[in-house]
C-alpha cells in the first residue's frame, strides 16, 4: 500500500504531505481545485511522463516522494533484483521524482538512480490509474486480446510464450526465404564479386599478423647500416679496445682483497659485482646483434612489394589482416550460399512448414485456452455487472480466428493469418437490454456503462494482477442514482483487495470511504496556493452536505449527510462480517 506522499511545487501545489491507510480513499473538491493534480503526482511516481509545465511557477524543479509498504512475496521485489537494483522485501520502498524547469527528470528508488524505463517497469507493479482516457482503450479490439490473456494468468502465460518462440524463428526463415528468392540478377553479379574477392584474396596466402612482422622487419632492413654503426660504436666503447671490462674487473679484485678488513665495503663491493656481470651480459648481447644484422637490399624489396599488396586489400577489405581475413571468411560463406541457393530454397521451405505447423499447433492450443478463459471472464463480468445494476446485461468474449482469405496457413480447414499474438482475435461484446443482439462496446454501450464495466474488469483483475494501489479517476461519471450507490459499494469492496483511491463528485461514492481528502484552492497575494485536508468525522458531514446541495449548506443537506454516512458504515460492517465468513 501507499503510506505517505509528499508533494513539492507541483503545479498550483506548493508543498502537501499526506498519510494514507488501507481501505478506500476519496478525494473531493470543486472543479480546478487541482484533485487531478494528486493522481498526477502518483502516475509520475508510476514511471508517467513528465513535463518542464508540471513544475510550479517561479521554481527551479518540483518534488514527489512515494513511501510504499510492499509485501515480501510481491513481484515488484523480484523485478527490481532482476533490473541491478539492491533492494530488500525487509524495507519499506521509496520512490522519488524530481521535475527540473529546463524539463530534464530525476528519478530513484531507495535512493539508487533509476533511468525512467526503470520505473516505469517498476511503477506498473505498484499503481493501476484509470482515467477516462481508459475508457478508449476498453473500445478498441485490439486491445482487448492482453486483458484477455491477462485474466488467463500462468497457463496462457507459458503458452503464449512457447508459441512466440516459436513464432519468431517462423518469421526469421520467412524473411530470409524472402530474400533469397528475390535476390535475382544481383544475385549472380554478387557470386561474380564474391568469386574474384575470394581468389584474390586466397592466392595471397596473408597470415594473421603479418603485416606487423613485416613492418618491423622493414624497419631493420632499412635501417641495417645505421643499426650496425650504432651497435658496434657502443660495443666498442663498453670494451674500449678490450679494457674496458678489464678495468672493471680490476677494480672489483682490489675492492675483494680489502674487504675483510672493514664490513662498509661489503655492499660496495657487492654493488660492483652486480654491474660487472651485468655489463659483461651486456656486452655479449651486443656482439652478437652486430653479427646477426643483416644487410639483404633484395629482401627488402620482397618486404615492400609485400606491404604494398596488404596496403591495397586494406583499402578494399578491412583495416588489418585479421579483418581482411574475417572479410574473406564471410564472403565464403555468403558465395557458398548463393552457389546454391536452390538446395538452400528446398531447405527454408522444408524447416518453414516444420515451424508453421509448430505455430499452428501451438496457436491452436492457446486458442482453445483463450476460449476457455473467455467464457469464465464473461460469467465474471456479468456477476460484477449485476452488483452494478446492469443485471440484465449481457457479456461475450469473441475469441475468433484472424481470417486470411487465400493465405496459405490453414486452421481447421480456414486459412488464417499467424501473428506473433497466436491465430486469434479478441473482441469484448455487450447487449445492455434484453432482446438485443451482442455488439462491440463502442457501438452500444453508453458513458455510464462503460464506467461500470471498466470498474467490473477492475474488480476481476485486482485478483490477478496484484497490484496494491488502484486509482480511479472520476470512474463515475455519467451515472446518478442506483447506478452511483452501485458503483460507490463496488469501490469498497474493491478496497479489500487493494488500497482504492477515487476522485469523484458524488456523495454516494464520497460516503463509502474509509478516508476522505478534501482539495481546495485559495489565492494569497498573486499566488494561488491547493490544500489537501484530511477531513474528520465532522468535516466529513459538512463536505458531504455541500456535494448534495451545492454551495449552500443547510440543516437538511447535513442530516442528510448523517443519514448516508450511518447508512455507510452499517453496509461496509456487513461487508467486513462477510468477508470474515468468507476467509473463514
Known amino acids: ?10 503545479a498550483v501545489i506548493e508543498s502537501v504531505k499526506l498519510s494514507f491507510h488501507n481501505g478506500f480513499h476519496v478525494l473531493t473538491g470543486e472543479t480546478g481545485a487541482g484533485k487531478s493534480i494528486i493522481i498526477d503526482a502518483l502516475g509520475l511516481l508510476a514511471g508517467g511522463r513528465g513535463s518542464s509545465e508540471l513544475v510550479r511557477y517561479g521554481q527551479d524543479k518540483a518534488e514527489i516522494e512515494g513511501l510504499f509498504d510492499v509485501p515480501a512475496d510481491h513481484p515488484v521485489w523480484e523485478v527490481l533484483n532482476r533490473i541491478g537494483l539492491e533492494a530488500s522485501s525487509e524495507e519499506h520502498l521509496i520512490i522519488r521524482r524530481e521535475l527540473s524547469a529546463q524539463g530534464k527528470s530525476v528519478s530513484r528508488i531507495n535512493g539508487q538512480l533509476v533511468n525512467l524505463g526503470v520505473l516505469r517497469e517498476a511503477g506498473e507493479w505498484l499503481v493501476n490509474i484509470h482515467g477516462q482516457h481508459e475508457h478508449q482503450s476498453l473500445l478498441k479490439a485490439e486491445a482487448h486480446i492482453g486483458w484477455l490473456d491477462l485474466f488467463g494468468g500462468k497457463e496462457i502465460s507459458e503458452a503464449k510464450q512457447a508459441y512466440a518462440e516459436v513464432y519468431d524463428k517462423y518469421v526469421s526463415l520467412q524473411n530470409e526465404l524472402k530474400e533469397l528468392k528475390e535476390a535475382g540478377k544481383q544475385t549472380l553479379q554478387m557470386q561474380d564479386l564474391y568469386r574474384f574477392q575470394v581468389e584474390e584474396i586466397s592466392e595471397a596466402k596473408l597470415k594473421n599478423g603479418e603485416d ?21 660504436d657502443s660495443y666498442e666503447a663498453l670494451n674500449a679496445n678490450g679494457k674496458g671490462l678489464d678495468q672493471l674487473r680490476k677494480s672489483l679484485l682490489k675492492l675483494q682483497d680489502v674487504v675483510a678488513y672493514d664490513a662498509a665495503l661489503q655492499p660496495i663491493q657487492e654493488q660492483m659485482q652486480t654491474a660487472f656481470y651485468q655489463l ?26 609485400r606491404l604494398s599488396l596488404i596496403a591495397s586489400f586494406r583499402r578494399k577489405y578491412g583495416e588489418n589482416v585479421e579483418e581482411i581475413l574475417a572479410y574473406l571468411h564471410k564472403i565464403e560463406q555468403e558465395l557458398s550460399v548463393l552457389d546454391h541457393k536452390e538446395e538452400r530454397i528446398s531447405e527454408l521451405e522444408a524447416r518453414l512448414a516444420v515451424k508453421q505447423a509448430e505455430c499452428v499447433e501451438l496457436g491452436r492450443k492457446l486458442s482453445v485456452l483463450r476460449q476457455s478463459a473467455g467464457s469464465r471472464l464473461a460469467g465474471s463480468i456479468e456477476l460484477e455487472l449485476k452488483e452494478l445494476h446492469m443485471e440484465r446485461t449481457r457479456f461475450h468474449v469473441a475469441v475468433n480466428r484472424t481470417e486470411q482469405p487465400g493465405g496459405a496457413v490453414i486452421v481447421d480447414g480456414a486459412a488464417v493469418r499467424l501473428t506473433r499474438q497466436g491465430i486469434d482475435q479478441v473482441e469484448f461484446l455487450i447487449a445492455p437490454n434484453p432482446g438485443e443482439p451482442l455488439r462491440g462496446l463502442g457501438k452500444i454501450a453508453s458513458g455510464g456503462e462503460l464506467s461500470r464495466i471498466m470498474l467490473a474488469m477492475k474488480s476481476i483483475f485486482a485478483k490477478v494482477d496484484q497490484i496494491p494501489v488502484l486509482v480511479f479517476d472520476e470512474v463515475d461519471t455519467g451515472v446518478s442514482g442506483r447506478a452511483a450507490q452501485a458503483i460507490a459499494e463496488r469501490l469498497a469492496r474493491l478496497s479489500a483487495e487493494c488500497q482504492v483511491f477515487s476522485i469523484t463528485h458524488l456523495p454516494q461514492v464520497a460516503c463509502m470511504a474509509d478516508a476522505h481528502y478534501y482539495i481546495s484552492k485559495a489565492v494569497e497575494g498573486e499566488r494561488t496556493f491547493t490544500r489537501v485536508s484530511d477531513l474528520n468525522e465532522e468535516e466529513r458531514t459538512v463536505e458531504l452536505a455541500r456535494m448534495l446541495g451545492g454551495v449552500e449548506i443547510t440543516e437538511t443537506t447535513l442530516h442528510h449527510a448523517k443519514e448516508m454516512l450511518a447508512l455507510a458504515a452499517s453496509r461496509k460492517m456487513a461487508y467486513e462480517k462477510e468477508i470474515k465468513q468468507i476467509m473463514a
Open 1 to 10: 500500500m501507499l503510506q505517505e506522499l509528499v508533494i513539492r511545487n507541483l
Open 280 to 305: 659483461e651480459d651486456v656486452s655479449y648481447q651486443l656482439r652478437d646483434y652486430r653479427d646477426e644484422i643483416e644487410f639483404n637490399p633484395a629482401r627488402l624489396d620482397v618486404i615492400e612489394e
Open 212 to 232: 606487423e612482422c613485416l613492418t618491423e622487419e622493414k624497419s631493420k632492413l632499412g635501417n641495417a647500416e645505421k643499426l650496425y654503426q650504432n651497435v658496434n
